[in-house]
């Protein structure tokens, strides 16, 4: 073989022995690569294991922030009178606070809240230095305000790293999710702020009985000064240290440009008005409040506590603290004391101005103003009388009072008497009204027909079952001192029956409302001649009749006593030119009032101490 032909052999040789090379370069990239995505996949298993195992929840419970709210009731002047809650919060927007409360909490609480996401790296670090320097404890957190969110709502209060680690995961997403401003909104709404009191708005209430779009610089500062510690930094139990913590957020809210320096030294000297501690469990109006609740929770078909409405009343609640002494001292000095109620209603309206079911709630929460039937007695005549006018009579028509006997069942003999034993002859039915004459109240029933005072009673709003004989002129039917006093305003107002109302609106979570006006079926049951005729005789009963213990009582117009049977209830009804109130005292063991238990005796003493100090 040549040279030539071996340098050709070699070279060949040469090439051959490149290839493998080559290819052994190619898998051992192939090689690293795959051991990358490896070490990438393990990587990725054992993270998603941990996040797995922290069981982080799922943000979207903040997007859809809907807490428990309180419902709270208000009277007719929109003072809150009650409020029920499983926490005590009432969820308002930013725009709904005043100004300064947003920038005195962050101020306090996270300075750098509009500009870390989430989570502040140098707040960490300082908590972390803190408490190693205390030993290496975990009593500083370094918590932002969304962390605070992040905690409250999704975890639990442990203080553990692992539970750290997840609120700050939490707050990072949170903080993708949302802007800051609905973060602001969550945390203003949930943060608790002591006595009970969740978000501004209700510890706005609580502490200074006003909403917290009226708070002033101080009292927000005082406010923000809280979530570090409620029970600490108490406003009623430590005013002082409050004080302390208020200069505090007052001098951040001034470092940061919220404020001025003089307007932080202002608002720090000017004095604090604190509310009493729990405003709404005085009981003032508790037999009122219960009514409310209970047709409250009719409308609602929920719990009110967690209803989250806002009920608006009828409730006078000046009224009603006038008509809660009037029933006390009404029975005072009598052995055994006996119980009584109260019903006060504007007349043109029939909305109940004030309730008192007895003279105690808390001894007995039993509302005798609604939930008693008593026999009416003689309170009943007036719907006798009102169908006899409308039947063709007149107030000066003559009837008499005489003995009667009238069969009743088993051949016996049915001998109605008049109170005083004694009888008057050929009246008119005026006088006969006033003086509540028995036997000519059962004539004139006789007369007119039970079916028609039946008929007329039952416009006038009485709904009870009522007698089918002529004892019905003598009020044996049971009915309750609201159905009473409601079916009077008929005679004291136009002639238009329409039922007694406690509720105005109901404002549920949604802002939607709920008016209870809307379906009151009103009734116009007496014409005005046959009106004019019926207040007449009315007034003739408190000017001249058994209802004259009233007769002082400036601007009163009309009233009518009712005694039942061995004097066990005692009734008066009467009302001016503003308000129907009616009056009941009697034994809940239906034991008798004595001699002197009347209704003109009894009943009407209160109605004039209640509408004289109107």
């Known amino acids: 073989m040549s040279p030539q032909k071996n340098k050709i052999i070699k070279k060949s040789t040469v090439r051959k022995v490149r290839i493998p090379r080559k290819i052994y370069n190619e898998k051992h990239i192939t090689g690293f690569l795959l051991l990358i995505c490896f070490f990438q996949t393990s ?132 903080d993708n999710l949302l802007g800051k401003e609905e973060i ?75 404020i001025s320096d003089v307007e932080a030294k202002k608002s720090y000297a000017a004095s604090v008005k604190l509310t009493k501690r729990h405003p709404f469990r005085s009981g003032t109006g508790s037999y009122y409040l219960e009514v409310v609740k209970k047709r409250a929770r009719a409308v609602l078909g929920m719990p009110l506590q967690r209803a989250g409405a806002h009920i608006y009343t009828n409730l006078d609640s000046a009224m009603q603290g006038k008509a809660r002494v009037a029933v006390q001292n009404g029975v005072k000095g009598r052995t055994p004391r006996p119980q009584a109620a109260l019903v006060c209603l504007e007349t043109t309206t029939a909305k109940v101005r004030a309730l008192v079911g007895g003279t105690s709630f808390r001894k007995s929460p039993f509302d005798r103003a609604t939930q008693a039937r008593r026999p009416a007695g003689s309170i009943f005549k007036p719907f006798v009388y009102g169908a006899a006018l409308k039947n063709g009579w007149s107030s000066e028509s003559v009837i008499y009072d005489s003995p009667l006997s009238i069969p009743g069942k088993g051949g016996k003999q049915w001998r109605p008497k008049n109170y005083s034993g004694t009888y008057h002859g050929a009246t008119t039915l005026s006088n006969a009204l006033a003086h509540s004459y028995n036997t000519a109240a059962v004539r004139l029933l006789q007369r007119v027909g039970v079916k028609e005072v039946k008929k007329f009673a039952k416009g006038a709003g009485i709904n009870s079952k009522m007698s089918s004989d002529l004892s019905l002129a003598l009020g044996t039917t049971d009915v309750s001192l609201l159905e009473m006093t409601g079916a009077y305003t008929v005679f004291a107002g136009d002639g238009t029956s329409y039922p007694p109302s406690f509720i105005d609106k109901i404002v549920l979570s949604d802002s939607s409302v709920h008016r209870f006006s809307d379906g009151w079926r009103r009734q116009k049951i007496m014409k005005n001649s046959e009106l004019k005729q019926m207040q007449s005789m009315l007034f003739s009963v408190v000017s001249i009749g058994t209802g004259k213990r009233v007769s002082s009582v400036p601007g009163v117009r009309g009233g009518k006593t009712g005694t039942s049977n061995d004097n066990r209830d005692a009734w008066f009804v009467g009302y001016d030119g503003h308000y129907t109130t009616g009056i009941w005292v009697g034994n809940d063991r239906n034991q008798s009032l004595g001699k002197a238990g009347s209704g003109g005796a009894t009943a009407a003493p209160i109605w004039r101490d209640f509408m004289l100090s109107l």
């Open 184 to 258: 602001l909104f969550i945390y203003l709404n949930q943060i608790y702020l002591g006595e009970g009191a969740y978000g501004v708005e209700a510890a706005a209430q609580v502490y200074f009985g006003k909403k917290a779009s009226q708070l002033t610089l101080g009292e927000c500062a005082l406010l923000a000064g809280l979530p570090q510690a409620p029970s600490r930094y108490s406003l009623f139990k430590h005013l002082d240290r409050a004080a302390q913590r208020q200069k505090y957020v007052l001098n951040r809210m001034a470092a940061d440009g919220y």
């Open 43 to 174: 990587f990725l298993t054992i993270l998603l294991y941990i996040l797995f195992s922290l069981q982080i929840p799922d943000i979207r419970n903040v997007a859809n922030y809907q807490p428990s709210e309180s419902t709270v009731i208000y009277d007719r002047y929109g003072e809150i009178i009650d409020r029920m809650f499983v926490e005590n919060r009432t969820v308002v927007p930013l725009s709904s606070m005043s100004p300064h409360l947003p920038k005195a909490f962050v101020a306090a609480e996270d300075g750098r809240f509009f500009e870390h996401p989430g989570l502040d790296l140098f707040s960490v670090f300082r908590a972390a230095v803190n408490n190693l320097r205390k030993g290496g404890g975990k009593g500083q957190g370094g918590s932002t305000i969304t962390q605070q969110v992040a905690k409250s709502l999704l975890l639990t209060p442990e203080k553990t790293y692992v539970r750290k680690f997840r609120e700050a995961i939490l707050a990072w997403r949170i």
